[in-house]
């Protein structure tokens, strides 16, 4: 079984500012993806990026990139000139290739961004 | 294009009811998912369809129950109904078994 951890249940960045969240997996799988998801107060669970983890090259979509370490099992976000709007929780998740979709979730990272 | 969608939007229900809880994937999607989610907590998997067969099953006991009809929509059954299931039920729908999926908004169960 995959367990997600996220050792940080929140954190806090200025506007405009970078911040990074961690996330830590736990696998015998080779071949899975890695998710992080965003869902703010309206609890609407939105994806944010996505890891493949044959993938060398670490994802990066817009503001938000990835750290991925696949020794070190660990997958962190990174998400820079942080706005209002990112204030949300975040959650890592795991999806094992041979096991359908099924994601397995991290506890989250609350996320607010000050003014 | 529509997203997912999850109906009710919130629901309250007394201990040992029964709730039945619908969700519509995205057009042209054929998988759904379903989660739960616990104030404060990440979801946790329950269920998985394709095609309108069962895909996969978390750690959840057989009081929760599933089925995905012809047009992909897919209904969450819960028997019996205890204080520990409030929670928020997540609906997720994807285009296959191995692609990513989206959310719908939930539907919030209070069970008093």
């Known amino acids: 079984a995959q367990t997600v951890t996220q050792s940080q249940p929140e954190m806090s960045v200025q506007e405009a500012e970078t911040v990074t969240l961690s996330c830590t997996y736990d696998?015998?799988?080779?071949?899975?993806?890695l998710f992080w998801y965003k869902q703010p107060p309206s609890r609407q669970m939105i994806l944010v990026i996505r890891?493949?983890?044959?993938?060398?090259q670490n994802a990066t979509e817009n503001r938000f990139s990835v750290n991925f370490q696949k020794a070190a099992k660990s997958f962190s976000l990174k998400i820079s000139d942080s706005q209002l709007g990112d204030t949300a929780m975040y959650f890592c998740?795991?999806?094992?290739?041979?096991?359908?979709?099924?994601?397995?979730f991290g506890g989250g990272t609350r996320l607010m961004v000050k003014p | 294009d529509a997203g997912v969608t999850q109906s009710p939007t919130h629901l309250i229900k007394t201990r040992g009811q029964q709730v039945t809880l619908r969700c519509s994937p995205i057009?042209?999607?054929?998988?759904v998912s379903w989660y739960q989610q616990v104030l404060g907590q990440g979801p946790q998997f329950i269920f998985q369809?394709?095609?309108?067969?069962?895909?996969g099953r978390g750690n959840f006991p057989d009081r929760f129950s599933a089925r995905q009809f012809p047009n992909y929509s897919s209904e969450l059954n819960v028997n019996a109904l205890l204080l520990g299931d409030s929670a928020l039920y997540l609906c997720?729908?994807?285009?296959?078994?191995?692609?990513?999926?989206?959310f719908g908004p939930g539907t919030r169960l209070t069970v008093t």
């Open positions: 997720a729908s994807s285009a296959g078994v191995l692609y990513e999926q989206y």
């Open positions: 696998t015998s799988e080779s071949n899975y993806y």
């Open positions: 890891q493949e983890a044959y993938k060398q």
């Open positions: 998740a795991f999806m094992n290739n041979n096991a359908g979709n099924m994601l397995t």
């Open positions: 057009s042209g999607h054929k998988s």
């Open positions: 369809y394709y095609e309108k067969e069962e895909r």
